[in-house]
Nanobody
């Protein structure tokens, strides 16, 4: 499974960004995909995940109500819509995949390169 995250950038607090995770075409509809982030000096943390085949979704408490994860199998892409961004959302965002449950308690085996999100106050 190959993944590539994109869509990061610089945005003011309160603004929005949409991240995209391009997933290798054969895999996109058969794997759970998650978004994780890592800020400087901090551990990587879970953000959101979407499962297969039922598209069940998981969110970190810190992003609930602001971020939405979705999947477009036709485009082989998983999206993370981020609204009402806060400076503490600044981090490198990574998408990852696993075969099986999307539950973030399980290990994600496949990782793509990250995309930087910076939110200015």
């Amino acid at each position: 499974v190959q993944l590539q995250a994109s869509g990061g950038g610089l945005v003011q607090a309160g603004g929005s960004l949409r991240l995209s995770c391009a997933v290798s075409a054969r895999a996109v509809s058969r794997v759970a995909v998650g978004w994780f982030r890592q800020a400087p000096g901090k551990e990587r943390e879970f953000v959101a995940a979407i499962g297969w085949p039922n598209d069940n979704k998981y969110y970190a408490d810190s992003v609930k109500g602001r971020f939405t994860i979705s999947r477009d199998n036709a485009e082989s892409t998983v999206y993370l819509q981020m609204n009402n961004l806060k400076p503490e959302d600044s981090a490198v965002y990574y998408c990852a995949a696993r075969q099986g449950l999307a539950d973030p308690r399980y290990k994600y085996n496949y990782w793509g390169r990250g995309t930087q999100v910076t939110v200015s106050s």
